[in-house]
């Protein structure tokens, strides 16, 4: 079928449900970014807690060390602290990684879906007239005194069409 076969509001139907369909899926897209932003925040949760954990460990070997400091050797010391420090820092490094690669997920699909949407949009466009070429003829016979009904059984259109016409020219 081609546009001069298409009715105004079948094409102004046609747009709206194309766009109810974009909003539809920008929601549901939108509740999986949700959960996936809510895994992020546990997985940053669960840092938070294994930090406090390895704080109050941490604590604890320093006061161990403050205890048996008179038995050891500042080597041995120093071997502890190397030791402690780094199994604290190992699974926040873990942890921190894990976080990141899921960040970089979710801004893939985002982006993915921004450039999706935006290309989708583009490809909406409103007509500046549903009969191109009978555009001259609608305002021709409107400014001979015409009526509307007239002018639309005529040119085997409708009422509204014609009216569209007008409008778009700023005539009417």
Known sequence: MNLETIS?????????AML????????????????????????????????????KKLEDTQVNIKKNSSRMSDDEIY???????YDMVKPISIGLKRLEES????????????????SG???ISIPTSIHGNDDEKII??????ITLETISRELHISKA???FVLKINKIK
């Open 8 to 16: 105004v509001e079948y094409l102004v139907v046609a747009m709206a």
């Open 20 to 55: 109810l369909y974009l909003i539809y899926y920008v929601f549901t897209r939108d509740s999986q970014y949700t959960r996936n932003i809510h895994s992020v925040a546990t997985v940053a949760e669960e840092l938070n807690r294994e930090i406090f954990y390895l704080k």
């Open 79 to 85: 071997q502890e602290v190397e030791r402690t420090v």
């Open 103 to 118: 960040i970089q997920n979710i801004d893939e699909h985002m982006e993915a879906r921004m450039a999706s949407l935006e």
């Open 121 to 123: 949009v583009k490809q």
């Open 140 to 145: 021709s016979l409107y400014k001979q005194g």
């Open 161 to 163: 069409e014609v009216e």
